[in-house]
T-cell receptor
Framework: KNEVEQSPQNLTAQEGEFITINCSYS?????LHWLQQHPGGGIVSLFM???GKKKHGRLIATINIQEKHSSLHITASHPRDSAVYIC???????????FGPGTRLSVLP | EAGVAQSPRYKIIEKRQSVAFWCNPI?????LYWYQQILGQGPKLLIQ????????DSQLPKDRFSAERLKGVDSTLKIQPAKLEDSAVYLC?????????????FGPGTRLTVL
């Protein structure tokens, strides 16, 4: 069974700071997803990665398949980035998702 | 394209009562998931459907939880009888791909409080 861990659990940053959230998983996967969850519960998919790096606006996601590790970076952070960021690992068949516990990010103005 | 719809958004019940949640996935999405998210934790898969068939219900507490997806479109999740520990947000998600995987689109969730 895949175990997905995230660090840090909680993160407080000042507006404009560069932020990194880490995710590690224990067994091989077909894809790694990064999700954003705002207060109230709605979840939005940010990235789906199977290798390398993806960028969308101020968000960058990277994955190292050999090390079973992924990072989510936020450049020039803004208070509206405050949310819980969750990584989810899809197994090799793409059928099952295992979610990390989430990283709660607060960006202060 | 309309998103994943869920109702109700909030529900408060007493323990031992029954409750049902409804989900309408994005049109054309073959795979539907129900997740339970307890406060402070990541979502946990309860059940996965491909069209109207169950792919994975290994983590569904079948003595009290049931789910169906008639005609491979809408789905309902029922809890009977509810326990205090069932208090959580119940999320529905769907993907286009028949084999699952791919980007998941989430509904707004139903927040259940069991008193």
């Amino acid at each position: 069974k895949n175990e997905v861990e995230q660090s840090p659990q909680n993160l407080t940053a000042q507006e404009g700071e560069f932020i990194t959230i880490n995710c590690s998983y224990s067994v091989g996967i077909s894809a790694l997803h990064w999700l954003q969850q705002h207060p109230g519960g709605g979840i939005v998919s940010l990235f789906m990665l199977s290798s390398g790096k993806k960028k969308h606006g101020r968000l960058i996601a990277t994955i190292n398949i050999q090390e079973k590790h992924s990072s989510l970076h936020i450049t020039a952070s803004h208070p509206r980035d405050s949310a819980v960021y969750i990584c989810a690992a899809a197994d090799n068949y793409g059928q099952n998702f295992v979610f990390g516990p989430g990283t709660r990010l607060s960006v202060l103005p | 394209e309309a998103g994943v719809a869920q109702s109700p958004r909030y529900k408060i019940i007493e323990k031992r009562q029954s409750v049902a949640f409804w989900c309408n996935p994005i049109s054309g999405h073959a795979t539907l998931y129900w997740y339970q998210q307890i406060l402070g934790q990541g979502p946990k898969l309860l059940i996965q459907f491909q069209n109207n068939g169950v792919v994975d219900d290994s983590q569904l507490p079948k003595d009290r939880f049931s789910a169906e997806r008639l005609k491979g479109v809408d789905s309902t999740l029922k809890i009977q009888p509810a326990k205090l520990e069932d208090s959580a947000v119940y999320l529905c998600a769907s993907t286009r791909r028949l084999a699952g995987g791919g980007e998941q689109f989430f509904g707004p969730g139903t927040r259940l409080t069991v008193l």
